[in-house]
Nanobody, 119 residues
Framework: QVHVAESGGGLVQPGGSLRLSCAAS????????LSWYRQPPGKQREWLAS???????DYADPVKGRFTISSDNAKNTVYLQMDSLKFEDTAVYYC?????????????WGRGTQVTVST
């Protein structure tokens, strides 16, 4: 089992920055891969960013160059640094943990954290 908890959301003006945190805990947290998603109002959830095995970040086109994913493996935590925020970045941001058990993969989602970009 993996428990995932996001934090760091809030209200920010266009052009501003926020840093989200995603902490994973549980028996399989250490081996879980953590990635970021978001769900804008009235839209489907979309993938934003993941860390590859080499530690390199992969990003969806809408956030490439503005968002940065990083990790603190000792804390089983990943971060999402969001810069140059735009109105369209308003969404609930979710963290997903993917853990493998043998040939099976299990996904665990957090409850999300709200990010609102507004004047």
């Amino acid at each position: 089992q993996v428990h995932v908890a996001e934090s760091g959301g809030g209200l920010v003006q266009p052009g501003g920055s926020l840093r989200l945190s995603c902490a994973a805990s549980g028996s399989r947290a250490r081996d879980a891969a953590l990635s970021w998603y978001r769900q804008p109002p009235g839209k489907q959830r979309e993938w934003l960013a993941s860390l590859s095995g080499s530690g390199k970040g992969d990003y969806a086109d809408p956030v490439k160059g503005r968002f940065t994913i990083s990790s603190d493996n000792a804390k089983n935590t990943v971060y999402l640094q969001m810069d140059s925020l735009k109105f369209e970045d308003t969404a609930v941001y979710y963290c997903k943990a993917t853990a493998s058990v043998g040939v099976r993969f299990y996904e665990y989602w957090g409850r999300g954290t709200q990010v609102t970009v507004s004047t």
